[in-house]
DNA sequence: CCTGATCCTGACTCTTTGGTCAATAATTGG
DNA sequence: CCAATTATTGACCAAAGAGTCAGGATCAGG
């Protein structure tokens, strides 16, 4: 995942290091950037807080490093659409993809959605840079697919934001899923079901 | 707008209380609960941090208010849905009217966003309770309408989530949307048509 | 087993922020 | 126009939390 420069570092700063930002995922994506504080970064890690700022300058810095580390996990799915692939299956194999990193990484799922609520402060050139090329790759393949009509004809872009909203719904806003659905429910499975119909009823040609 | 107790108070008692809701809405949507601070509402209602705590007794208070005071009117148009309308037509009038909050909206959409992010500590009872009822309602209606035939039998809680999703995604995550798009686009009246399309295909008998 | 570099921490500072309060100003009803 | 009630605020307090630092512990290489 991301840039990692491991190069220079020391075995106990490498486990350290790391034991901080997985301590850091789990309070940033609970309480938000600002609802975190270091002593729970800290406890989360087993460590003491001045440790921690012993690896980290700040807490911005902590965050900065996650949200950049992940990055690049988290959009891998969209880079991995095949364009010699069978169009609908590769959509629903990116859905797929999706929905199951939600279920697998809700932690991930919502320090961005913290991030991006918050204005983005720290993904700002990101969001118009990298992750705007990556969406527009995508896009053009499945205009391709679209033109020759091996692909119902939508506007691509918004297919692909559906996407991101409907699997990420799962992690974000899961307690609010669970309590409507009540006891005895698998939401993600019955999600996979849902959007597998759904996108296959959208874009059969 | 959700149950107000007017009853009691004078002029300037109204006023007031309706100048710091206002003001926090908008605080507490663009920095969450955490990173809201009285002095911002007191700011951005004109005035000062100590009168603001005349009228309510804690932060926390203001945003317990502005959340039930909110909830119904967020909820409304679920319950607008009409078992006597046509049903494709009534589930597009819903994604439309849902749309059209988050487009009129945003606040309202980010302070319930924030909100069920961090858990939800204030709307556990409600999410349990009548949020779940308002959905099984109607859930049953789109029940009765699929097994009549009338409309593309699907899981309709899923159904609702994605209503959802998609819909508030374009509030939410509107500073993503708008980096992805670039300039030039209107996020909103695109996801009209898009969804139109979408739920239309979905739903056809 | 010695030494320099790395690692760790208790105790501290400084700032922010939620909340209080006594005193003052408006307002209202008689 | 005069109490009595209501509204407003400057000055304050206490707690929380980010970040510092001097000194002690640990470790790696020779």
Redesign the pocket.
């Known amino acids: 995942m991301g840039e990692q420069d491991d190069s220079?570092?020391?075995?106990?700063?490498r486990?350290?290091r790391e034991l901080i930002l997985e301590g850091a995922l789990t309070v940033f994506s609970n309480s938000g950037f600002?609802?975190?504080?270091?002593?729970?970064?800290?406890g989360e890690a087993g460590?003491?807080?001045?440790?921690?700022?012993?690896?980290?300058?700040?807490?911005?810095?902590?965050h900065k490093t996650l949200l950049t580390t992940l990055l690049d996990m988290w959009l891998a799915p969209l880079s991995n659409i095949d364009p010699e692939g069978e169009p609908l299956q590769e959509v629903l194999d990116y859905v797929a993809a999706k929905l199951r990193m939600s279920r697998q990484y809700p932690r991930e799922s919502r320090l961005f959605a913290y991030e991006i609520l918050r204005g983005a402060p720290h993904l700002t050139e990101i969001l118009g840079g990298r992750l705007r090329g990556t969406v527009e790759d995508a896009v053009a393949i499945l205009q391709d697919w679209m033109q020759s009509g091996r692909l119902r004809n939508v506007e691509p872009h918004h297919l692909i934001f559906s996407i991101w909203a409907m699997t990420q719904h799962y992690a974000d806003f899961e307690v609010q899923v669970r309590a409507v659905l009540g006891k005895g429910h698998d939401p993600f499975s019955e999600a996979q079901e849902f959007l597998d119909d759904l996108y296959r009823r959208l874009l059969s040609p």
């Open positions: 220079g570092l020391t075995r106990i700063q486990r350290n600002r609802g975190a504080t270091i002593d729970q970064i800290a460590l003491s807080k001045p440790n921690v700022l012993y690896y980290f300058a700040s807490k911005d810095e902590i």
